[in-house]
């Protein structure tokens, strides 16, 4: 049907008297087409942007430059930022190592476009200069061959390593859980097989009085105000976390110390379960005691 004939081919002169009939032809053909398009992308747009142009202009390819002109750009300012977002990528593994060098390669053809032409060795060191420190034995292996890779054969042997990282990928985590008062037991259970001499400086120690409020005649485990203030502040726990060999870790991965108590994690990813935080814990504590 040639809808997009007037797109492609330039206005012809207008009928007269004198006109053949394969000018006519052509003519009707390209004015036929010339309102179909004009049809369509008047459809295809806001109503604000078919109001901006000039009810004047009656063939297609005016009418897309006008509106081309609404939507101007300076071509400094975007190469400039998609230079920048190249430059700054880092693949974080989450996605697919072949889709993100698409990418890459889909914003090196439109600097290409705005007259930055980006070569092929270029970009591929751009890519291995992203990759995560996990690929450290691949770029390196890249670096000691005298033949230098093409893009193509560069996202084959990046997939290549993703699945042998994948693989050997293995996470452990272990957790151990501790009141406060348990150590407390324990202690107490280390004072009886010690026999009288530590009794004797047991009892001394109560009858110095309580350490929490700093009054005698009870010990802190007695005290009143220390019992409301532990059910206020809630048990602590004692999270431990080891992880080992991981594939790729993210920046916003938050590591677990075997010294703190309760920790935050900012990612549910890896997590079986989950609740919300109680009135006792919503306070947080940091190592110097403060909140």
């Known amino acids: 049907m040639d809808l997009d004939l007037a797109l492609r081919m330039d206005r012809p002169a207008s009928l007269t008297d004198t006109s053949t009939s394969e000018q006519r032809r052509i003519y009707e053909k390209w004015d036929r087409s010339n309102r179909m398009s004009l049809m369509i992308i008047k459809r295809g747009i806001p109503e604000a942007f078919r109001g901006a142009v000039s009810e004047e202009v009656t063939d297609a390819t005016t009418f897309l430059a006008e509106i081309e002109k609404r939507f101007a750009k300076s071509d400094k300012a975007e190469t400039s930022t998609l230079l920048k977002k190249l430059i700054s990528m880092k693949f974080k593994g989450k996605e697919n190592i072949r889709e993100y060098i698409m990418e890459m390669s889909h914003l090196a053809s439109k600097l290409k476009a705005l007259k930055l032409e980006l070569s092929d060795d270029l970009l591929v060191h751009l890519v ?164």
């Open 128 to 291: 291995l200069i992203s990759l995560p420190p996990q690929f450290s034995q691949f770029k390196v292996s890249y670096n000691c061959q005298r033949e230098k890779w093409t893009l193509n054969e560069l996202i084959s042997f990046c997939v290549q390593e993703e699945e042998r990282l994948k693989q050997e990928k293995t996470e452990s985590a272990h957790l151990a859980s501790t009141s406060k008062d348990k150590g407390k037991k324990r202690k107490n259970e280390a004072a009886k097989d010690k026999g009288p001499a530590h009794k004797k400086q047991t009892q001394t120690n109560s009858d110095d009085g309580c350490f929490f409020c700093n009054m005698k005649g009870h010990m802190k485990k007695e005290c009143a105000k220390y019992i409301a203030w532990r059910a206020k502040k809630g048990t602590f726990l004692t999270l431990v976390c080891s992880e080992v060999n991981l594939a790729s870790v993210p920046r916003n991965t938050w590591w677990l110390d075997s010294g703190a108590t309760t920790n935050i994690s900012v990612s549910m990813q890896g997590c079986l379960s989950y609740r919300k935080p109680n009135d006792a814990e919503r306070s947080i504590y940091v190592g110097d005691g403060k909140s």
